[in-house]
């Protein structure tokens, strides 16, 4: 497996970690978890993707920034981005 594979893997499970830890952080957010099966994908508000990531950007450019956890949190909220945009 090539380098670039094995970080991407690296990556993914940590972005996967994270939605697992917020999971009840997520299911008040979003209504579910999207680390259910149930999830609705289809349900994903444009609006809000770009607000919670506007605040992730502010949490990452802070001074005191634990930068590898806050390039998790903007990955997932791009992601999410790039589902809900997949899908209109």
């Given at each position: 497996m090539n380098r670039l594979n094995i970080l991407l893997d690296e990556f993914r499970a940590a972005m996967l970690e994270k939605f697992y830890r917020r999971r009840s952080r997520a299911i008040a957010r979003w209504g579910s978890s999207v680390?259910?099966?149930?999830?609705?994908?289809d349900a994903l508000s444009l609006p809000h993707i770009e607000e919670h990531l506007r605040e992730e950007i502010q949490e990452w450019l802070a001074p005191d920034a634990d930068r590898a956890a806050e390039d998790v949190d903007l990955a997932n909220m791009a992601f999410l981005d790039w589902v809900a945009r997949r899908q209109r």
């Open positions: 680390t259910e099966d149930s999830f609705d994908w």
